[in-house]
């Protein structure tokens, strides 16, 4: 799908039925406006929009099905509630094509089922914002969609209220058979939610999966610094064997277990969580195999709650450090403080290679 005016869009996007997909990136990525062109709230220059076998959108064909044509659950950031009427009369407005004893009726089912029993005749001022949303997702339900679209649906309400709204989602997706479209900038929401993430940037898919393909094995330097990676960094291949290899970085050589697509002499970036970075205790030095074990002198301690954010200078103290996440206990049980030379390993089963690429450049060395 591509849209040309107002905004660029190139987003190569696929959904199973059950399944929730969330479209992750910073502020002004298109993830809302890739939303409105599934609900047919706007226009795509070219592509297509398919969905449940039906095509709702295509440029080739000159096809296009009116939003109110499309059997379309959105539920909007700030819940899009008509001000005047109760939450049961709010969800009816999904349901005018029925009669009015089976429009209450599945109202009221709908509430039951986001757990507003009681409070069908409160209007939204009467609601707090966690109220609002369930409302605003009942709504959304009770038109049997094809599609359920979420566009920041969490993003107006505090953190214990929206941990609660978090847990009544992921029960009521458990019955849900449909696509489930999820639009969020918070990395943490959408893995605890999503079974594939999409990353985007200025428009662009930079990468779908799982969350567990994205989140550890980003396909760029971009995608690793939008998934929170810290330790990103430039290396050169000078060994391969058997799907294994060898790179140089900073004068010291690292063993990388997965490493199929690289060939010896490889300009790559590399990248490892900073939680996979182990910590060597005081008394036990590193074993060595596959650990590669570093040394290096603390030049931050960061307190992050019970853990511990650590930067650790490798080399030439100009270069970016390298991060490491302990916890508290753990940190202060070692002698962790800035200063200090500590020792660490790099598991080779933890590092991931990444050609460099137009989008993903990187100055970390």
């Given at each position: 799908?591509?849209?040309e005016v107002p905004v660029s869009i190139n987003a190569d996007l696929t959904c199973e ?171 943490h929401e959408a893995t605890i939610l999503s079974d594939r993430l999409s990353m985007l ?165």
């Amino acid at each position: 799908m591509k849209q040309e005016v107002p905004v660029s869009i190139n987003a190569d996007l696929t959904c199973e039925a059950g399944e929730l997909l969330s479209l992750v990136g910073p502020s002004g990525a298109g993830k809302t406006t890739v939303l409105r062109a599934i609900a047919g709230l706007s226009k795509p220059a070219t592509g297509s929009i398919r969905c449940s076998g039906k095509v709702w959108f295509d440029s080739s064909s000159r096809t296009f099905v009116k939003a109110q044509q499309r059997r379309v659950g959105y539920v909007f950031q700030q819940h899009a509630l008509f001000p005047h009427l109760t939450a049961r009369q709010n969800v009816e407005q999904s349901l005018r094509h029925l009669n009015s004893a089976k429009r209450r009726e599945l109202s009221d089912h709908w509430l039951r089922r986001v757990n507003l029993e009681g409070l069908e005749h409160r209007r939204p001022a009467q609601l707090s914002g966690g109220q609002k949303q369930r409302v605003g997702l009942a709504r959304a339900l009770a038109r049997e969609p094809s599609v359920l679209l979420l566009d920041e649906p969490f993003s107006s309400v505090d953190s214990a209220t929206r941990d609660r709204l978090y847990t009544e989602l992921a029960a009521l997706r458990r019955d849900l058979k449909i696509p489930a479209v999820l639009v969020t900038h918070d990395l943490h929401e959408a893995t605890i939610l999503s079974d594939r993430l999409s990353m985007l940037s200025k428009g662009a898919t930079l990468q779908s999966g799982t969350v567990q393909e994205v989140t550890t094995k980003p396909a760029s330097v971009l995608v690793a610094r939008l998934v929170g990676f810290k330790n990103v960094f430039r290396a050169t291949v000078i060994d391969v064997k058997d799907g294994q290899a060898v790179i140089e970085w900073r004068g010291q050589k690292l063993e990388v277990a997965a490493a199929i697509q690289f060939n010896r002499g490889d300009a790559v970036h590399w990248c490892i969580p900073q939680s996979h970075v182990v910590l060597h205790r005081q008394s036990r030095p590193s074993r060595g195999e596959r650990e590669n074990p570093i040394s290096g002198r603390v030049s931050e301690v960061l307190r992050m709650g019970d853990n511990a954010l650590v930067g650790v200078q490798v080399g030439n103290p100009h270069r970016p450090p390298v991060f490491l996440s302990v916890p508290l206990h753990v940190a202060e049980r070692n002698e962790v403080s800035t200063g200090v030379e500590i020792s660490f390993s790099l598991l080779a089963d933890s590092i991931h290679l990444m050609l460099p690429d137009r989008l993903g450049r990187s100055r970390s060395v």
